[in-house]
């Protein structure tokens, strides 16, 4: 049906906690600027669109589209404004939303270091099978608490709730030891238990959950909350294990080998590229495949250690293809070329999550880069 009838009403704010349970902002890296950028968290909104930057184009088409909010992947505003004037684009584009009560919500760097956002679109056009992260996150902590034994699942669903014990594909994971606790509050304390200024035991369980960095401040906040003691007592361990489902990159493995011309054509013919920028091809076939959207050349490193045979990225400088050391082949296709594909993940996304809520995909084209090739055909002629 036509996305005017029967569509869902949503505030602001339910959709990006529902985004932020896909991509916490925690994960984003220091220099980003996600979340709500312009409007108000309470606004009811009909229809939103997704797309990969906000331009005036696509504030206008957002308009036309009477869509009042704009998910979009770059961040607009990315450094303080110290005015907003009509006298670049982006200030045009911002101008024009507030004009027309749009809002415009950011999701950035956290959605590449999620195993399903960024780089698992990108894999996907790929059919890289096989797939793990190319560069592991590690922010991982053990939370271990102590709560009488009638109030265990009660503050371990809470826990739960939140996203703790998390492991890999599994979900609610802990582990529960029985013990008994004692203590002895002062003359002023107000225990749940006991008599203030007299020594009580309870029986115990120690509880022991495993969170992300980014759970941790409402880990807390939601134990407190739920425990059911005066003073809670618990420890936080900062574990050198990796993080399975977040960091950046991806590496994964073809279907089947290729050799380094065989892999630029590929390339092209999946992700739908005018050209790619690349290092000297390299004698082996090429197997594995590791990837970053976006400017990634940081994880080079990393795709070495994985023993990738090709790396595909975007914004790649100069002499940056000399560091392939034609042992790898090196493969720029541009930034936008491999961001664009998450826009459709975000509009799934949210599909799946609010069945009846009216989400858009942009169509205006917003890559700033564009080419001029030039063909030589059989007579040594260029078009």
Known sequence: PPFNVFCTMLKIQSITNALEQWAPP???????????????????????????????????????????LIIAHHPIIFKGLRSIQPTTDSQRAIILAIKHDIAIYAIHTNLD????????????????????????????????????????????????????????????????TSGVGSFQGSASSNPRIGKAGEFAEVEEEK?????????????????????????????????????????????GELREPLSSDDFIKYLKNHLGLQLVRHSHPIDNKINRVAICGGA?????????????????????????????????????????????????????????????????????NTNPVHYSISIKDGKGKKD
């Not at 399903?116 to 056009?125: E, F, H, M, P, S």
């Not at 100069?318 to 930034?335: E, K, Q």
């Open 296 to 364: 990634g050349f940081d994880l080079l490193k990393n795709a070495r250690q994985k023993g990738a045979d090709a790396f595909v990225t975007a914004d790649l400088k100069y002499h940056n293809f000399f560091d392939a050391d034609s042992t790898l082949l090196l493969c720029d296709i541009g930034h936008y070329e491999s961001e664009h594909w998450v826009i459709q993940e975000i509009k799934d996304y949210l599909t799946r999550k609010f069945a009846n809520f009216a989400v858009l995909s942009i169509t205006v």
């Open 207 to 251: 509880l022991e959950v495993l969170l992300t960095d980014t759970l941790l401040s409402s880990a807390l906040k939601t134990l407190h909350e739920h425990h059911p003691y005066e003073e809670v007592a618990y420890d936080v361990v900062s574990l050198q294990n990796k993080n399975q489902n977040h960091g950046s990159g991806m590496i």
């Open 113 to 176: 270091r999620v195993d399903d956002g960024v780089n698992k679109a990108l894999a996907d056009r790929l059919n890289l099978t096989n797939r793990c992260i190319l560069e592991e996150a590690s922010n991982l902590y053990k939370l271990i608490t102590f709560v009488p034994t009638k109030d265990l699942q009660t503050v371990r669903n809470a826990l739960f709730a939140i996203g703790a014990g998390s492991i890999g594909e599994y979900e609610k994971a802990s582990f529960i």
């Open 26 to 68: 925690s994960l984003a890296l220091s220099y980003d600027n996600c979340g709500l950028l312009v409007g108000d968290p309470n606004q009811r909104v009909e229809k939103a669109i997704v797309s990969l930057d906000v331009t005036e184009a696509v504030v206008q088409e957002a308009i036309n589209q009477q869509a009042n």
